[in-house]
């Protein structure tokens, strides 16, 4: 458990295992309009983006005849059904929260997700009456790029970011964090493994909440 008072957990990758249905998404896209040919990069190309951007960024790539807002209006069709029925809690999250939230810690959300899929998933997995508070990047205006959402957080709190610990399984958005002075947890993710070792390079501490349940930890 972080020594801090303030936590700010990151969602997908971090709590919830939905990257693979992220990665997926836009080839589940593409494929429902007849386009089977994706480039290699992709992914790696609009990871950082959120949903709206990506819509507009594979909106003008691909040359649809639809709107960027349609696109991601479908999107989020898409997505909301994973995050209602399907996107599971990683292993040993749910303890580790339930804990964090006994002891008194003040805890937030951060996330690129929509508000609409957040809350649902974490309806769903039971996970809301933890939270404090849940701040979006689309509230925001800035994707994690940017230290705007964890400034926001940090405001919030009504504290300087190193009195606040910031969990992360992106390394970008880890990096942005801790350029932020934020005290830093990078958090392990079997989707991220090729990052693994530079967000513990970077990380002051790390976690994989699985081995935590074993009383373990990295």
């Known amino acids: 458990m972080?020594?801090?008072e303030y936590l700010i957990f990151d969602l997908d990758g971090t709590l919830v295992d939905?990257?693979?249905f992220w990665e997926n998404?836009?080839?589940e896209l593409l494929h429902r309009h007849g386009i089977d040919q994706l480039?290699?990069?992709l992914h790696d190309r609009i990871q950082t983006m959120t949903l709206t951007d990506s819509a507009v960024f594979i909106q003008e790539l691909?040359?649809?005849p639809v709107t960027a807002e349609s696109l991601a209006q479908e999107m989020r069709a898409l997505m909301d059904q994973h995050y209602r029925n399907d996107i599971p809690l990683k292993v040993g999250v749910y303890a580790y929260l339930q804990n964090a939230y006994q002891s008194g810690r003040k805890i937030v959300l951060a996330t690129a997700s929509s508000s609409v899929l957040a809350k649902d998933c974490l309806r769903r997995l039971k996970l809301l009456p933890f939270f404090d508070f849940v701040f979006f990047c689309e509230d925001v205006g800035q994707d994690k790029t940017q230290p705007t959402i964890y400034q926001a957080a940090a405001r919030y709190f009504g504290q300087q970011p190193n009195k606040i610990?910031?969990?992360e399984d992106a390394l970008y958005a880890a990096s942005t964090a801790k350029r932020a002075g934020f005290h830093l947890i990078g958090v392990y993710d079997h989707q991220s493994k090729k990052e693994?070792?530079?967000l513990q390079n970077l990380a002051d501490e790390t976690i994989d909440f699985a081995t935590v349940v074993k009383g373990e930890n990295k």
């Open 39 to 41: 480039p290699a990069d």
């Open 196 to 198: 693994w070792t530079d």
């Open 2 to 4: 972080s020594g801090k």
């Open 62 to 64: 691909f040359a649809l």
């Open 165 to 167: 610990s910031v969990y």
């Open 18 to 20: 939905s990257m693979p």
């Open 25 to 27: 998404l836009a080839t």
